[in-house]
């Protein structure tokens, strides 16, 4: 297991390093990038675009930019799109501030070598570490995705054994029916439904609409804290939980359906063992191996994936709505540092979700099967 664990971790190395390189060349070719971005404030709004940027890189600009004026009737022959009138320095300067006066390939080998140390840079349009944006807003995804999940699990697990015991019964059809409807609704279009029933849009006004906490949160007792928390994350986490639970539920019956007709089950209940003994046991155990295996997974899965909309319908400020910004802005400093950062991470959750296989059932042996 150590050598298959090895082997995984080396083979993380190529991966990450053949992603990166391929997500680079697509935002690279991307028309509208940062450069793009600042001449069409420049020449728009230039007192808001040079005061975005701020520090030392404003001032920079903001030099080259006081030669435009007296330049702006002058015809240059830019690569960039809307750059006409501008002085070649200023597009000069403003290509240096962003990199870009370096080839494609010199750019991307130089942030390689800092995400090795991780260093993930500056943003360029919020003038802030990388590192400190993603942990500003890492809390609210995590809450999504972390609560989302074991409620999830919590709700799926023991419905599908009970669809499985009850298979073909009244049971079993109605909830059949609740999970497929359930499944067939956006969980961005019922987040709005519960905004309208519950949270003041037309009828109750239950819970709050914007923030992971309220105003007053740090005056709250710790009792209150938790409430308040979990009072905010009501909604959210019911919107998002609505499609997943029913894939969840379905796999934990099928799971369980297979191994109850398996010839050990049969001999168990032979040998005069109660159902739930036999059910609990013996079956148990190994229906939920691909169940409980994915769990890791799972988890990764609705932290990146599935809480960009529900986000921006609940104002909470996260993950999803930061990568979004950022590909409007073409923040590639933001871009790629959370693309490498939780790169890395789906893939060591990967390995983690490969070795609770062998957790959950001793008898799988990666080595012997030469993976």
């Keep these: 297991m150590f050598a298959y664990i090895i082997r995984r971790l080396l083979l993380i190395i190529p991966t990450l390093f053949g992603i990166m390189v391929i997500n680079f060349l697509i935002i690279q070719v991307a028309p509208g990038g940062p450069v793009e971005q600042l001449i069409a404030k420049l020449t728009g709004t230039a007192v808001e675009a040079t005061a975005r940027i701020g520090g030392s890189a404003g001032s920079e600009v903001s030099g080259a930019q006081s030669t435009a004026g007296a330049s702006a009737a002058a015809e240059t022959t830019s690569k960039y799109r809307g750059a006409r009138g501008l002085p070649p320095d200023l597009i000069q300067d403003i290509e240096k501030l962003y990199g870009f006066d370096k080839p494609l390939h010199e750019r991307f080998f130089q942030m390689m070598g800092q995400y090795v140390r991780f260093d993930f840079g500056d943003s360029f349009f919020r003038d802030r570490r990388v590192v400190d944006l993603v942990l500003e807003k890492m809390p609210v995804s995590i809450s999504l995705g972390l609560w989302t999940t074991i409620l999830a ?17 009244r049971f079993d059809i109605w909830t059949s029916a609740v999970i497929i409807v359930g499944y067939a609704i956006p969980s961005f ?32 007792s710790l009792g209150a804290k ?3 928390y979990f009072w905010h994350l009501a909604l959210p986490i019911f919107a998002m939980m609505i499609g997943g639970f029913t894939t969840l539920t379905m796999l934990t019956k099928n799971s369980f359906l297979e191994e109850i007709n ?4 049969v001999t168990a209940r032979a040998k005069g063992l109660a159902e739930r003994g036999v059910l609990y046991g013996h079956v148990f155990r190994n229906a939920m191996l691909i169940v409980v295996a994915g769990l890791p997974g799972s988890f990764i899965g609705i932290l990146f994936t599935s809480s960009l909309l529900i986000e921006v319908i609940f104002s909470l400020d996260g993950l999803g709505l930061l990568s979004f910004e950022s590909l409007i802005n073409r923040d590639y400093p933001v871009i790629f540092g959370t693309l490498f950062f939780f790169t890395l991470l789906g893939l060591v959750v990967k390995l983690i979700g490969d070795l609770t296989y062998v957790l959950v059932d001793p008898r799988i042996d990666f080595e012997k099967r030469g993976v």
């Design 153 to 169: 699990y919590l709700i799926s697990i023991p419905l599908g054994i009970r669809k499985a015991i009850k298979d073909g019964s």
């Design 189 to 220: 279009l019922f987040a709005v439904l519960l905004i309208v029933l519950f949270a003041g849009g037309s009828y109750l006004d239950w819970f709050p609409l914007r923030g992971l906490v309220s105003d007053n949160w740090d005056e709250l």
């Design 226 to 228: 938790i409430g308040d």
């Design 262 to 265: 398996k010839q050990y089950v």
